[in-house]
C-alpha cells in the first residue's frame, strides 16, 4: 500500500481530472509511452558541460503530451511511480552509459527521485545494480531530492542517503529556499549540493530581495563546502550575475533545453 496516496481532490474540476489522468497514466505505463530527456548542465568557471539532468516526458498518440507538473505528482500518489521511476533509472544509465562509449567519460547525471521510492522502492540497491550492470562509476551520479522530501520519514532516508554516500554517490537537495530545510537539516542528511529555484533566479536581476536570497544561498553554500546549481537561467544577465556571486553550475534554456540523448550527443560531443 502506498503510504503517500492522498486522498482525491474535493474540487468537481480537479475530480474529473484526476480520473482523466488515472486513464491517462495507465495507458501510458501499458503502451511505454514515456521518454527521457536532458538538460545540460555547465560549469560557471570553466564554460564546460559537467553533467546532465535526467527528465521523463510523456506523450502518447491517443491522448498527447502531458505536463511532467502534472504526470509526476500524479503517479506519486498513485503509486505508479514505483514502477515508472525503475524504467527511469534504467533508462538513464543505459544513456549514461552510451554517453560514457563516444567520449563523454566525465559527464555526470542526476537522477530525480521520491521519497516513496526510498521507503517502498528499495532505490538504493535498484540503483547499485544497474551502475554494476553497466559498469559505471558512483561517482558519475548525483540523487536529487525536494526540499519538502525530507520531511517524509526522515529517518529512513537519511540511512539511504548514507548508503549512497558510502559507495561515493553524490545527495543533492533540488528547489532549495521554497520548502523546509535548515542547516539542521543539510547537516542531518549529509547534503553535497543545493540546487537554486527557478523562482528566485527569475527575479534576481530586477528584484532586490531574490538577489540577496540567492546571494545567502551561495555564501552560505561555500561556507559549508556545498555545491551550488543555479536552474532555470533564460537570460545572460542571470548567469553574469551568478558567476559575480560565486555559483558553481548553471542549468537553463539559455544554456540548453532539456532535450534527447542523440541531440545531446550531437550539440556536446563536437564542442
Known amino acids: 500500500m502506498n503510504a503517500f496516496k492522498s486522498l482525491e481532490p474535493t474540487n468537481t474540476v480537479n475530480i474529473a481530472r484526476w480520473h ?33 539532468e535526467s527528465l521523463v516526458r510523456c506523450e502518447s498518440s491517443r491522448y498527447g503530451a502531458v505536463g511532467p507538473d502534472e504526470f509526476i505528482p500524479h503517479v506519486e500518489q498513485s503509486g505508479m511511480i514505483l514502477d515508472l521511476g525503475d524504467w527511469i533509472f534504467k533508462q538513464t544509465l543505459s544513456d549514461l ?35 554494476d550492470k553497466y559498469q559505471i562509476d558512483p561517482a558519475a551520479i548525483k540523487v536529487e531530492l525536494t526540499e519538502t522530501a525530507l520531511i517524509k520519514s526522515p529517518q529512513r532516508i537519511a540511512k539511504t542517503f548514507e548508503h549512497f ?32 529555484d527557478r523562482s528566485f533566479i527569475s527575479g534576481i536581476t530586477t528584484n532586490n530581495e531574490d538577489f540577496t536570497l ?27 550575475i551568478l558567476e559575480q556571486l560565486g555559483c558553481d553550475v548553471a542549468q537553463g534554456y539559455l544554456l540548453g533545453r532539456p532535450s534527447s540523448l542523440a541531440n545531446n550527443t550531437a550539440t556536446w560531443v563536437k564542442m
Open 20 to 52: 482523466e489522468l488515472e486513464q491517462i497514466m495507465t495507458h501510458a505505463m501499458k503502451n511505454h509511452c514515456f521518454n527521457m530527456v536532458y538538460q545540460p548542465l555547465v560549469s560557471l568557471t570553466s564554460g564546460q558541460l559537467v553533467g546532465f
Open 97 to 131: 552509459s552510451e554517453m560514457r562509449k563516444i567520449g563523454m567519460d566525465d559527464i555526470t547525471i542526476s537522477l530525480n527521485i521520491s521519497p516513496i521510492q526510498i521507503i517502498e522502492g528499495n532505490v538504493f540497491s535498484k540503483v547499485m545494480t544497474l551502475l
Open 165 to 196: 554516500h558510502k559507495e561515493g554517490v553524490k545527495i543533492w537537495l533540488d528547489d532549495f529556499g521554497t520548502g523546509y530545510a535548515s542547516l539542521g537539516l543539510l547537516r542531518q542528511f549529509n547534503i553535497d549540493g543545493l540546487k537554486i
Open 214 to 240: 540567492c546571494s545567502a544561498i551561495i555564501a552560505m553554500a561555500q561556507r559549508l563546502g556545498l555545491e551550488t546549481i543555479a536552474e532555470g537561467i533564460e537570460h545572460r544577465e542571470q548567469l553574469q
